[in-house]
């Protein structure tokens, strides 16, 4: 459209006769097909507005092209499992949980729950004795472990090297509270009970109970890693995995689907193009 307009104007200004719209559109189409026709009689102005205009479908193409490729050969993701719908909405899938975990209050919430998707969730749920077992279950695939946030993260940072998230397992963002509140005792009416309650709140306000649990479970990750006894089979296993998935996020990472933030710069080139386009126009007019 800006071709043809300033052409237009030109050849206006000189009295020449009009160049036709559907000339100068399939001029622009065949360039961005890299077939374009035979040159079109341009002045100064539609010459300089031609040369950026090649240039910035040269990007454009090419980047097509690239972006095209790389969803063609890089693998897409599985969207991951935030909660028990997603558990449901997969075919042969599985999921299982430690038996000392179904007791108490897990129990009474899967038992007593009222909405259909925990019911089923519950219905299907597999029984493990260990929890090396349904980590190597996950670890294979096809199967989500279901327990506690605190004691998976312990387990998994224990037996694998690094943390959480070097490690080849995923952590739903969505967790489910079965338990209300942890309190302490007292009697009723008791004189320090405000004061107790007051440092509590005061604690936990500023974080320092946070900061304690983040203590108490690096602590038990050293000691558990201290002690813990790998048998070489089971070593050499776990660490075949986290290399695997490793290796797959480095395949991944050199492989960049192109998007519009990465052509920016095309548009930038023509739009530099159609102001020395006009620039160009401008001077014709006055000089001519």
Do not use: C, M, W
């Given at each position: 459209m800006m071709l043809w307009i300033l052409a237009n104007v030109w050849r206006r200004s000189v009295r020449a006769p009009s160049q036709?719209?559907?000339?100068?559109?399939?001029?622009?189409?065949?360039?961005?097909?890299?077939?374009?026709?035979?040159?079109?009689?341009?002045?100064?102005?539609?010459?300089?507005?031609?040369?950026?205009?090649?240039?910035?479908c040269l990007v454009i193409d090419t980047g097509y092209k690239?972006?095209?490729?790389?969803h063609l050969t890089v693998k897409s993701k599985s969207n991951t499992i935030e909660n028990f719908k997603d558990l449901l909405s997969l075919t042969n899938w599985r999921w299982g949980a430690e038996r000392w975990s179904l007791v108490g209050a897990p129990t009474r919430?899967?038992?007593?729950?009222t909405d259909f998707v925990v019911q089923r969730v519950y219905k299907k749920m597999e029984i493990f004795e260990t929890i090396d077992e349904t980590l190597m279950k996950v670890l294979a695939g096809g199967f989500s472990f279901i327990s506690f946030k605190n004691y998976v993260s312990v387990a998994v940072a224990s037996k694998f090297a690094g943390s959480v998230e070097s490690s080849p397992f995923y952590f739903s963002k969505e967790g489910v509270s079965i338990m209300a509140v942890f309190g302490w005792h007292t009697r009723y009416g008791a004189p320090f009970q405000y004061r107790f309650s007051n440092i509590f709140h005061r604690l936990e306000d500023v974080g320092i109970t946070s900061r304690w649990k983040e203590?108490?479970?690096?602590?038990?990750?050293?000691e558990?890693?201290?002690?813990?006894i790998i048998s070489p089979a089971a070593e050499y296993k776990s660490f075949q995995s986290a290399?695997?998935?490793?290796?797959?996020?480095?395949?991944?990472?050199?492989?960049?689907?192109?998007g519009m933030a990465h052509l920016q710069g095309a548009f930038y080139l023509m739009f530099l193009g159609t102001c020395l386009a006009c620039l160009s126009l401008l001077m014709e007019t006055l000089f001519s």
């Open positions: 036709g719209f559907s000339k100068t559109f399939l001029y622009v189409l065949g360039a961005f097909l890299e077939q374009p026709p035979r040159l079109l009689y341009f002045n100064i102005t539609g010459k300089v507005l031609v040369g950026l205009l090649l240039v910035f690239s972006s095209l490729i790389s919430y899967f038992s007593q729950h203590e108490v479970i690096t602590r038990r990750i050293q558990n890693r201290a002690a813990a290399s695997h998935q490793q290796e797959q996020e480095q395949e991944d990472g050199r492989h960049v689907v192109l």
